[in-house]
T-cell receptor
């Protein structure tokens, strides 16, 4: 069974501080991991996926299969990063996507 | 092009009534997902459609919930005999194929009184 755990429901940091949103997963096969973001009054949208290995809006995430983690990081948080962040897992070639419970990030001025 | 649309945007219904929620996916997207988002909680997978394959209904919470999809187009989620615990935002998403990026609709906020 696929499971995604985001241990922090709320996370608050000051502008310019580093931020790390934690995501752990369990899956027996080859996982595909994603981070989705929902800004206030906007639709849920893809932020990044581990296959792309890219940095979006200064965010990066590395898949660590040994620790079964896919933490989202940004070295210097900005106020506009305040949003709800969801980690999601799909098995390679699998049908469905499982989302974590989400972490609400607040970046204070 | 147009994104995923959902209707209605808001629905208030009395306990015990049936409701039908609609999702129009992006044209050409073969995969369609329904999720539920209760207040203060994360996304809860409900059901998944892929092309003409049998849907994955493993997330439906009870037999009061059902969903249909006509080919690779519109999908409807039906909740029969609604209960107060059904109050939530129901999100629909579509993607080109499994494991591809999902594009989400704006959601339908359901309130059961």
């Amino acid at each position: 069974a696929q499971r995604v755990t985001q241990p922090e429901k709320l996370l608050s940091v000051f502008k310019g501080a580093p931020v790390e949103l934690k995501c752990n997963y369990s899956y027996s096969g080859s996982p595909e991991l994603f981070w989705y973001v929902q800004y206030s009054r906007q639709r849920l949208q893809l932020l990044l996926r581990h296959i792309s290995r890219e940095s979006i809006k200064g965010f990066t995430a590395d898949l660590n299969k040994g620790e079964t983690s896919f933490h989202l990081k940004k070295p210097f948080a900005q106020e506009e990063d305040s949003a709800m962040y969801y980690c999601a897992l799909s098995g390679l070639g699998n049908n469905d996507m499982r989302f974590g419970a989400g972490t609400r990030l607040t970046v204070k001025p | 092009g147009a994104g995923v649309s959902q209707s209605p945007s808001n629905k208030v219904t009395e306990k015990g009534k049936d409701v039908e929620l609609r999702c129009d996916p992006i044209s050409g997207h073969t995969a369609l997902y329904w999720y539920r988002q209760r207040l203060g909680q994360g996304l809860e997978f409900l059901i998944y459609f892929q092309g003409n394959s049998a849907p994955d209904k493993s997330g439906l919470p009870s037999d009061r919930f059902s969903a249909e999809r006509t080919g690779e187009s519109v999908s409807t989620l039906t909740i029969q005999r609604t209960q107060q615990e059904d109050s939530a935002v129901y999100l629909c998403a579509s993607s080109q194929a499994p494991s591809y990026e999902q594009y989400f609709g704006p959601g339908t906020r359901l309130t059961v009184t």
